[in-house]
């Protein structure tokens, strides 16, 4: 059995000749269940669950306690895979001592470790998580919960100063104790600079194809959404058309009388629809 732990996840450099870290997000028992059985190494229980599945515009208004029941329940299903639990933005923004205790209860959920976003600003935090034996991912380049700092969802490190910060907060950050990092939305020549500077995997989305892994979240690469097409995704499913179409053939069946059928249906014993004087079809 392959260790997922964090330290063997840490080892995984493409460089050394190991496998690419593969990760999916999952928000539920039903969708950790598909992505484990499909064999992948980590399971992200992201903010994501914000846009993917609660119909918000962005991520910031998960809660710490709505990570928790997500997490719960992916946790529920026992995976194989290594689970990240997202720290939700503003759970680590205040103090250390919240921060260590919104990390350890996502943790108490399920959680093998946490992620959490931004550079150099967040090494304080992360050193305090680790400290408390508690395995943290960093998440750095284009960083979802800075929306509104960034001026929306927008590609990260096009300049060359840009792109030497990211390497250096990459730096500091496996320095601070990640064990492995994502690169979000960067230029593939960025991607591949901090990747060879440092020690730790990097995993990448829209980040090309250089990191040492990749993720996606479950609802894109499955086609669950048709309104948004980010360049980074790749649809391997159309589950919005394939689910809308079932559902449509349901309510026809439904409105013509087909469904139920008789298979479909519990009947009496033979004895108790005599007495009842009703008829078994
Ligand atoms: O929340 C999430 O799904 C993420 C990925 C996009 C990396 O953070």
Known sequence: MVDLSAPAIRARKACNGTDRLVMVTAYDAPSARIVDEAGVDLILV?????MAVLGYDNTLQVTVDDMAHHVAAVARTKPTAHIVADLPWMSY???????????????????????LEGGRKRL?????????????????????????????????????????????AA?????AGC?????????VQVAELVTEAIEIPTIGIGAGPVCDGQVLVFHDLLGFEQQLNPKFVRRYAQLHHSAKEAVERFAGDVRSGVFPSEQESYQLPAEEAAELGVINP
């Open 46 to 50: 992201g903010d994501s669950v914000a």
């Open 93 to 115: 923004h205040v103090s250390p001592s919240e921060t260590v205790r919104n990390a350890a209860r996502l943790i108490r959920c399920g959680a093998q470790s946490v992620k």
């Open 124 to 168: 304080p935090m992360i050193e305090c998580i680790t400290a408390a034996e508690i395995p943290v991912m960093g998440h750095i380049g284009l960083t979802p919960q800075s929306t509104h700092v960034m001026g929306g969802f927008k590609v990260q490190g096009r300049t060359a100063e840009a792109a030497r910060r990211l390497v250096q």
């Open 171 to 175: 730096k500091s950050l496996t320095h």
């Open 179 to 187: 064990y492995a990092i994502v690169l979000e939305g960067v230029p």
